[in-house]
């Protein structure tokens, strides 16, 4: 089964910058869609970078251009650069997979903007 594992997010202060990373366990998986998604205490979990395959990326309309989602499909990695943090982006931050007929969940990795 293939895992993914996702870089250690971190304490960040408000206006900092952080980078997330994302590979497979085994590269030699193609997936079809490749991506982040988040969730802060107390609220559902949102998407926040995602490409398909052929596809542009998409982002969550709120983070106003903060993101930037580079996506290696040779590699199967998934990179998440964030800027100009701000409180509300704390969250656990997981990396999502997918291939026909299934999905796959990195554990998450913990972010926290402090004020």
């Known amino acids: 089964q293939v895992q993914l594992l996702e870089s250690v997010g971190g304490l960040v202060q408000t206006g900092g910058s952080l980078s997330l990373s994302c590979a497979a366990s085994?590269?030699?998986?193609?997936?079809?869609?490749l991506g982040w998604y988040r969730q802060a205490t107390g609220k559902q979990r949102e998407l926040v970078a995602v490409?398909?395959?052929?596809?542009?990326?998409r982002y969550l309309d709120s983070i106003e251009g903060r993101f930037t989602f580079a996506r290696d499909g040779a590699k199967n990695t998934a990179n998440l650069e964030i800027n100009s943090l701000k409180p509300e982006d704390t969250a656990v931050y997981y990396c999502?997979?997918?291939?026909?007929?299934?999905?796959?969940w990195g554990l998450g990795t913990q972010v926290t903007v402090s004020s």
């Open positions: 999502f997979a997918h291939k026909p007929g299934s999905e796959y």
């Open positions: 085994d590269d030699t998986f193609r997936f079809t869609i």
């Open positions: 490409q398909s395959d052929g596809e542009a990326t």
